[in-house]
C-alpha cells in the first residue's frame, strides 16, 4: 500500500481529531461539516476506504499481532449502525466483530461497570466494534443518577469524584490495552437536535424504519443539553495522544462516514502491516511439497 495515503486522507481526519492537546468545546464542532467536498466525491472515497480497509483487515489477520478496537458514541439516530455497515461492506466477517451494550443484565451488574467490555475486546489480528460502550457508565448513569444505584456500589465509594475516577480508570485501561498492541480509535457522531428529529420523522414515516423507533427516544430528546454536557465532559477528560476522540459530523450521513473510514485506514496503514513470510525451514518444505504434488500429476497422465 503506497505511503501517499495517510497524506491524502489527513484532511478528513486532523480537524476533527481530539487528543487532549487543547481544551475541548463541543459547540466549536459544526454537525453540518462536509469538508468542502461534495456527496459524489464523498461516495468515492468511501468506496476507496473500503478497498484499503479490506486489504489492510487481511494483513491484520495474517500477521496476527495487532488488534483494532473502534468505540461509536452518538445519540439515538446518530448513524452509528448504518456507519458501521457502510464502512466495513466488503470486509471479511471472519475477522470482525460488533458488539452492541444495550441495558447491562443482573449478571453483569454483579461486576464491575468495564467487565462486559472485557469480554468483548478484539483478539490478535481482529477488528472489534463497539457500538456503544463502557462509556454509556459515564453517560446515561450521569443523566440518570438513579441507573448508578443498580451497579451495587458500596455507598462511601459513590462520591462527588466518581465521574472523574471512572474518567481515570478508562483512560488508563486504554493505555493498557494500547501498551499490549490493541490500537483504540474513538468516534463520537455529533449529529445535531434538528437533524435527529428530522431522521425520528424518517422512522415514523417509513413502515421498514418504525421497529427502530421507541418513545424512549423522545423522552431522552428531552435531555438533549444535559447529554451534550456530559459528551463535552466525556471527550474533554478522556482524549489522550493513544485514544483519540474523533468528533465526526453527523448531519451529513456521507460525510461521517468518509471521516471515520479514513481514520481507520490511517490508522491501520501505520502499522505497516504485512503478510508473514516463510521461514527456510519452511521454504524447504514447500519445495518438496511441490515436487510431490507435480509429480502426482505426471503419474495421472501416464495411467
Given at each position: 500500500?503506497?505511503?501517499?495515503?495517510?497524506?491524502s486522507?489527513?484532511?478528513?481526519?486532523s480537524?476533527?481529531?481530539?487528543?487532549?492537546a487543547?481544551?475541548?468545546?463541543l459547540?466549536s464542532?459544526?454537525t453540518?461539516?462536509?469538508?468542502?467536498?461534495?456527496?459524489?466525491?464523498?461516495?468515492?472515497?468511501?468506496?476507496q476506504?473500503?478497498?484499503?480497509?479490506?486489504?489492510?483487515?487481511?494483513?491484520?489477520?495474517a500477521?496476527?499481532?495487532?488488534s483494532?478496537?473502534l468505540?461509536?458514541?452518538?445519540m439515538?439516530?446518530?448513524?452509528?449502525d448504518?456507519?458501521?455497515k457502510?464502512?466495513?461492506?466488503g470486509?471479511n466477517?471472519?475477522?470482525?466483530e460488533v458488539?452492541?451494550?444495550?441495558?447491562?443484565t443482573?449478571?453483569?451488574l454483579?461486576?464491575?461497570f468495564m467487565?462486559?467490555?472485557?469480554?468483548?475486546?478484539p483478539?490478535?489480528?481482529?477488528?472489534?466494534?463497539?457500538?456503544?460502550?463502557?462509556?454509556?457508565?459515564?453517560?446515561?448513569?450521569?443523566?440518570?443518577?438513579?441507573l448508578?444505584?443498580?451497579?451495587?456500589?458500596?455507598?462511601r465509594?459513590?462520591?462527588?469524584?466518581?465521574?472523574?475516577?471512572r474518567?481515570?480508570?478508562?483512560?488508563a485501561?486504554?493505555?493498557?490495552?494500547?501498551?499490549n498492541?490493541?490500537?483504540?480509535?474513538?468516534?463520537?457522531?455529533?449529529?445535531?437536535?434538528?437533524?435527529?428529529?428530522q431522521?425520528?420523522l424518517?422512522?415514523?414515516?417509513?413502515p421498514a424504519?418504525?421497529?427502530?423507533?421507541?418513545?424512549?427516544?423522545i423522552?431522552?430528546?428531552?435531555?438533549?443539553?444535559?447529554?451534550q454536557?456530559?459528551?463535552?465532559e466525556?471527550?474533554?477528560?478522556t482524549?489522550?495522544?493513544?485514544?483519540?476522540?474523533?468528533?465526526?459530523p453527523?448531519?451529513h450521513?456521507?460525510?461521517?462516514?468518509?471521516?471515520?473510514?479514513?481514520?481507520i485506514?490511517?490508522?491501520?496503514?501505520?502499522?505497516?502491516l504485512?503478510?508473514?513470510?516463510?521461514d527456510?525451514?519452511?521454504?524447504?518444505?514447500?519445495?518438496?511439497?511441490?515436487k510431490?504434488?507435480e509429480?502426482?500429476a505426471?503419474?495421472?497422465?501416464?495411467?
Amino acid at each position: 500500500m503506497s505511503k501517499t495515503t495517510t497524506p491524502s486522507l489527513d484532511r478528513f481526519i486532523s480537524p476533527f481529531r481530539v487528543d487532549g492537546a487543547e481544551r475541548f468545546h463541543l459547540k466549536s464542532h459544526k454537525t453540518s461539516a462536509k469538508g468542502g467536498i461534495d456527496k459524489e466525491e464523498g461516495e468515492a472515497i468511501i468506496e476507496q476506504n473500503r478497498k484499503r480497509l479490506s486489504d489492510f483487515q487481511d494483513k491484520l489477520y495474517a500477521q496476527d499481532r495487532w488488534s483494532l478496537l473502534l468505540i461509536f458514541q452518538g445519540m439515538d439516530a446518530s448513524g452509528k449502525d448504518s456507519a458501521i455497515k457502510s464502512i466495513f461492506e466488503g470486509v471479511n466477517p471472519q475477522g470482525c466483530e460488533v458488539t452492541s451494550f444495550k441495558q447491562p443484565t443482573s449478571k453483569e451488574l454483579d461486576h464491575d461497570f468495564m467487565w462486559r467490555s472485557f469480554l468483548a475486546l478484539p483478539e490478535r489480528g481482529r477488528i472489534g466494534i463497539f457500538n456503544r460502550s463502557y462509556y454509556e457508565e459515564c453517560l446515561v448513569t450521569r443523566v440518570h443518577p438513579e441507573l448508578l444505584k443498580a451497579e451495587k456500589l458500596p455507598p462511601r465509594l459513590v462520591t462527588k469524584n466518581i465521574w472523574r475516577e471512572r474518567f481515570e480508570d478508562i483512560s488508563a485501561f486504554e493505555r493498557y490495552l494500547t501498551r499490549n498492541g490493541t490500537v483504540v480509535l474513538k468516534f463520537f457522531l455529533n449529529v445535531s437536535k434538528e437533524e435527529q428529529r428530522q431522521r425520528f420523522l424518517d422512522r415514523l414515516d417509513q413502515p421498514a424504519k418504525n421497529w427502530k423507533f421507541s418513545m424512549n427516544d423522545i423522552s431522552e430528546r428531552k435531555r438533549w443539553q444535559r447529554y451534550q454536557a456530559v459528551y463535552q465532559e466525556i471527550v474533554r477528560h478522556t482524549s489522550t495522544s493513544f485514544a483519540p476522540w474523533y468528533v465526526v459530523p453527523a448531519d451529513h450521513k456521507w460525510f461521517a462516514r468518509v471521516v471515520i473510514g479514513s481514520a481507520i485506514v490511517a490508522a491501520l496503514e501505520s502499522l505497516d502491516l504485512r503478510y508473514p513470510r516463510a521461514d527456510p525451514a519452511s521454504l524447504k518444505e514447500f519445495k518438496a511439497v511441490r515436487k510431490a504434488l507435480e509429480a502426482e500429476a505426471k503419474g495421472r497422465k501416464k495411467a
